[in-house]
């Protein structure tokens, strides 16, 4: 699968804001999405509750209906960025161990764990997800009308025990979406206390995925923002919404001048078409 050098984010103002105050991204659960569909699945009802997306395109020529969706004509912008824009982090033994009362060592080849959320803040905050450490959270949506991909089946037997397949969450969508050619960040993420033995750490986690099969766990998070590293940051481009007012104009502006003055900013192409 090609993975396109640059993405690109619709979004408005005061989201703007956000990131550039705060370098990060916000990632939502599929529950919060426009497509109530993704959060179903033919078998777990509130499942898609922790699964945490940012939705991108690769569609570098602007789109009028994404404009008018996710930012407005008139307030809105749009982000490019590199692709896996992330922070890396190095994590270190004393570092975990001020967030443990567990003896924690360094790996015997000196090399640090490497992880895109900090592990001290999932021992800390009691949650887990995987793609924190294998960095595999970019896909590209596929658009479809097979009822087994938009609804899957997610509980699968195993003998005496079960597993459930979140991985096959939030990677299809309605193919009356097709037109936002949408690529996403994905990260699954449970509830889980890091700050445990080992042993014990196995049987909690069983615990944990049988009260998502019986709908009675809550998701850790309300929302996860992924700080974005230094490289990408300073090589964001913000391009302006159509219609974008003289004084809509001005905030930008003064938003990037304070928090990130190596931004391009661009007019946009439609600017004489709409």
């Not at 969508?173 to 949408?182: G, I, P, T, V």
Request: glycine share 2%; hydrophobic share 40%.
């Amino acid at each position: 699968m090609q993975i396109m050098n640059y993405l690109y984010h619709y979004t408005n103002i005061e989201t703007l804001a956000l990131i550039l105050r705060n370098h990060t991204i916000r990632f939502n659960s599929l529950d919060k999405m426009d497509d109530l569909q993704e959060k179903e699945t033919a078998d777990l009802k509130n499942i898609g509750q922790f699964c945490y997306i940012s939705s991108w395109t690769d569609n570098e020529i602007e789109s009028i209906p994404m404009w008018n969706m996710y930012a407005s004509l008139e307030r809105g912008i749009r982000i490019m960025l590199p692709q896996n824009p992330f922070m890396i982090y190095d994590n270190r033994a004393e570092e975990l161990q001020k967030v443990t009362s567990y003896p924690v060592q360094d790996a015997s080849n000196g090399s640090p764990l490497q992880s895109i959320i900090p592990l001290a803040e999932m021992f800390s905050k009691g949650f887990f997800t995987i793609q924190a450490i294998n960095k595999n959270i970019l896909f590209k949506v596929e658009y479809t009308d097979d009822k087994d991909k938009l609804y899957p089946q997610l509980l699968k037997d195993e003998g005496e025990g079960f597993s459930i397949a979140l991985d096959e969450l939030g990677k299809y969508k309605n193919l009356h979406w097709a037109f936002q050619r949408e690529w996403r960040y994905i990260l699954n993420v449970l509830p889980l206390d890091l700050n445990q033995p080992i042993e014990n750490l196995f049987r909690n986690f069983e615990i944990t995925t049988n009260k998502i099969r019986l709908d009675s766990e809550k998701q850790p998070l309300s929302y996860y923002d992924m700080h974005l590293s230094d490289e990408a940051f300073e090589n964001m481009h913000i391009t302006l919404s159509p219609r974008i007012s003289t004084g809509n104009r001005i905030i930008i502006q003064s938003l990037i001048e304070k928090y990130n003055p190596s931004a391009i900013i661009s007019d946009s192409a439609l600017i004489k078409l709409i």
